[in-house]
C-alpha cells in the first residue's frame, strides 16, 4: 500500500536554531502533501497545504515566515521550523494524497519535536 | 467551514463486547468522512471512508460505521472488542485538508 516516512521520528534541538522536517512518498506520487501539529491530548490541526511546484498554502494563524514549506518534488516535502522556541515543541505528522486518489490522505509515522 | 464532533473523550467497554465511538458531522454539501485510529507516538492508521454509496461502510481491523444523514452522524462500531483496539480514535472530514475532531480514548478492558 501507499507508505508515507517522516525523518526525524525524534528531535531535539536548542532554543534559536532551526529545524528541518522531511516527508517522503515511498511508493507514489503526491502532488499534495499536508502538514499537522498535535499538541499532547489533542486532535491534528491543518498547519499548510503544499503542492508540488507552488508555494504552500497555510490556515488561519500559522505563520508562514516560521514554518518553511518546500514542497520541491512528487515525493518530498520539509517543513522547517524556523528559529524554534520551547512553545514550538510538538507532534508533527504529515500526509501525502496520491493524484490519482483525491479522497485519500495517507499519514507519516510523525516527528516529535522538543524544543528546549 | 466543515467540522466533526466526537462527544465522548473516551469510551471504555469490556473485551468481547460491542464498542461504538460516535462522531457527527457539519458539513455543506456532500460529506466526504474518514475515521482514523493512533497509536501512542505514532502517527495515524487509516480505517475506512465514506464517501457516496451503501451507508454501512466496512473497514480495516474488523470496523464499520454507518452514515446516517439525517442525523448527520458517522459512529465507528466494532461487534466484539479486543484488547488491541485500545487507542485513539479520530473522526475527519475532508475540507482542503482534514479537518480531525478532538478524538475519543477508547479503553478496552480484559
Known amino acids: 500500500g501507499a507508505v508515507v516516512s517522516q525523518h526525524p521520528s525524534r528531535v531535539i534541538c536548542k532554543s534559536g536554531t532551526s529545524v528541518k522536517i522531511e516527508c517522503r512518498s515511498l511508493d507514489f506520487q503526491a502532488t499534495t502533501m499536508f502538514w499537522y501539529r498535535q499538541f499532547p491530548k489533542q486532535s491534528l490541526m491543518l498547519m499548510a497545504t503544499s503542492n508540488e511546484g507552488s508555494k504552500a498554502t497555510y490556515e488561519q494563524g500559522v505563520e508562514k515566515d516560521k514554518f518553511l514549506i518546500n514542497h520541491a518534488s512528487l515525493t518530498l516535502s520539509t517543513l522547517t521550523v524556523t528559529s524554534a522556541h520551547p512553545e514550538d515543541s510538538s507532534f508533527y505528522i504529515c500526509?501525502?494524497?496520491?493524484?490519482?486518489?483525491?479522497?485519500?490522505?495517507?499519514f507519516g509515522p510523525g516527528t516529535r519535536l522538543t524544543v528546549l | 467551514a466543515q467540522s466533526v464532533a466526537q462527544p465522548e473523550d473516551q469510551v471504555k467497554v469490556a473485551e468481547g463486547n460491542p464498542l461504538t465511538v460516535k462522531c457527527t458531522y457539519s458539513v455543506s454539501g456532500n460529506p466526504y468522512l474518514f475515521w482514523y485510529v493512533q497509536y501512542p507516538n505514532r502517527g495515524l492508521q487509516f480505517l475506512l471512508k465514506?464517501?457516496?454509496?451503501?451507508?454501512l461502510v466496512k473497514g480495516s481491523y474488523g470496523f464499520e460505521a454507518e452514515f446516517n444523514k439525517s442525523q448527520t452522524s458517522f459512529h465507528l462500531k466494532k461487534p466484539s472488542a479486543l484488547v488491541s483496539d485500545s487507542a485513539l480514535y479520530f473522526c475527519?472530514?475532508?475540507?482542503?485538508?482534514?479537518?480531525f475532531g478532538s478524538g475519543t480514548r477508547l479503553q478496552v478492558q480484559p
Open positions: 475527519a472530514v475532508r475540507d482542503m485538508g482534514l479537518t
Open positions: 465514506y464517501i457516496t454509496g451503501d451507508n
Open positions: 500526509s501525502a494524497r496520491a493524484s490519482s486518489s483525491y479522497n485519500e490522505q495517507f
